[in-house]
């Protein structure tokens, strides 16, 4: 996943899918550098690793995307497709590359899922209520926006001597 040009001006529709785009390209740049075993690391009190943080990535599309937006029933979508906790467990079995693999694979579904609908089209969440598409991509560049932020700052804790 390389980092598509900025673009700044346009069609909202294609500010919204560039700014996505490129926060989820930021997101895999931060961890995809990282040794293996140091991206499994645990620096903080939650089960949020750098590894972890793209294995979430990859829910968070299927969630909004295949689950919400198409409809697909959980069990339906091509892996993991349930909020919470578990969305950052990574088996011991799934290597980094495996894990960004598998974001970048959700990442061009959801572009094809979400390609035939409107920017107002809505469809019910059972927290947030009604929501339309725009919502979901912005909610989803806030979401990699903070996610990008953690793993700025737990490679900063890996790389730093004092800590690693």
């Not at 996943?1 to 785009?21: C, F, K, S, V």
């Not at 931060?30 to 293996?36: M, Q």
């Not at 107002?120 to 919502?135: D, F």
């Amino acid at each position: 996943m390389t980092t598509p040009a900025r673009i700044t001006a346009g069609p909202e529709r294609t500010l919204l899918e560039n700014t996505l785009d490129r926060g989820r390209a930021a997101l895999v740049e931060k961890v995809r550098e990282l040794p293996e075993e140091q991206s499994r690391r645990r620096l903080v009190a939650s089960a949020t690793t750098p590894i972890g943080l793209i294995k979430h990535a990859a829910a968070a599309e299927r969630i909004w995307f295949q689950h919400y937006l198409a409809g697909l029933p959980e069990a339906e979508c091509d892996g993991y497709a349930t909020p919470g906790a578990g969305s950052f467990a990574v088996s011991d079995d799934e290597t980094l590359s495996d894990v960004i693999a598998e974001f970048e694979r959700a990442s061009r579904r959801s572009a094809t899922i979400v390609a035939p609908y409107d920017l107002a089209h809505t469809v019910h969440h059972p927290r947030a209520g009604i929501v339309s598409v725009r919502w979901i991509y912005l909610f989803l560049i806030a979401e990699y926006g903070r996610h990008t932020g953690h793993a700025d700052i737990l490679v900063e804790q890996i790389n730093d001597p004092i800590t690693a």
